[in-house]
């Protein structure tokens, strides 16, 4: 039985800007910072690694909401919402009240 299964080809990375809102920026600690990846999933883990001194910001990333050029992704995998080149990913944290 052969081990290779079917597979989309790979997403090539593109550049564009993550921006953070409310806590996102205050754990954070800056609004918004460039990204290098293909999918959201690539640029969620960058982030980990890059602010891993703060885990209050990398426990955050885990119940907040994202726009992907000012679409919501929704509960889509993370890893197959591609980016585009000079797009955006808003990162929108829980927002009391509602």
Same mark, same amino acid.
């Not at 800056?30 to 959201?40: D, K, M, N, S």
């Not at 890059?50 to 994202?66: K, M, Q």
């Not at 679409?71 to 890893?79: C, H, K, L, N, T």
């Given at each position: 039985?052969?081990? *290779? %299964? @079917?597979?989309?080809? +790979? #997403?090539?990375?593109? *550049? /564009? %800007?993550?921006?953070?809102?409310? &806590?996102?920026?205050? @754990?954070?600690? !800056?609004? @918004?910072?460039?990204?290098?990846?293909? %999918?959201? &999933?690539?640029?969620?883990? =960058?982030?980990? =690694?890059?602010?891993?001194?703060? +885990? /209050?910001? #990398?426990?955050?990333?885990? !119940?907040?909401?994202?726009?992907?050029?000012?679409?919501?992704?929704?509960?889509?995998?993370?890893?197959? #919402?591609?980016? *585009?080149?000079? /797009? *955006?990913?808003?990162?929108?944290? +829980?927002?009391?009240? /509602?």
């Amino acid at each position: 039985m052969s081990a *290779t %299964t @079917e597979s989309s080809p +790979p #997403v090539a990375a593109v *550049t /564009g %800007t993550i921006r953070y809102w409310a &806590a996102a920026k205050a @754990e954070a600690g !800056i609004a @918004e910072e460039p990204f290098r990846a293909a %999918t959201l &999933a690539e640029v969620l883990e =960058q982030v980990r =690694q890059r602010h891993a001194e703060r +885990p /209050g910001f #990398v426990r955050l990333l885990d !119940i907040c909401s994202y726009l992907v050029d000012s679409e919501p992704v929704g509960s889509r995998d993370r890893a197959e #919402v591609r980016l *585009t080149e000079g /797009g *955006t990913v808003e990162v929108l944290p +829980p927002f009391a009240g /509602g």
